[in-house]
């Protein structure tokens, strides 16, 4: 008899880190999901900042080049040929 309940106790005891484990388990699913979330949000955030930047660049740039286009084609010109230059 002694036997059988040392037997049940074992049970529990198995039983209740069983399920330790799996609340451990989930709660460390759930941070990883969180974080995961985050960090993509984080990510289209830059991409969407980046993206903005490099518009409103173009968009001076076609605006100077608009009012200097003189000035423009010579600059290109000159760092054309420097390029000719340096990559041999």
Do not use: F, Q
Request: glycine share 4%; net charge negative.
């Amino acid at each position: 008899m002694a036997s059988d309940s040392n037997v049940e106790k074992a049970k529990d005891v198995l039983e209740e880190g069983a399920d330790a484990v799996d609340k451990a388990a989930h709660a460390t699913a759930d941070k990883v999901t969180r974080a995961t979330r985050r960090a993509k949000d984080a990510a289209a955030d830059a991409l969407d900042e980046g993206s903005d930047t490099l518009e409103n660049a173009l968009l001076c740039a076609r605006d100077v080049i608009r009012r200097h286009p003189i000035t423009s084609v010579a600059a290109v010109a000159a760092v054309a040929y420097l390029w000719g230059r340096i990559r041999g």
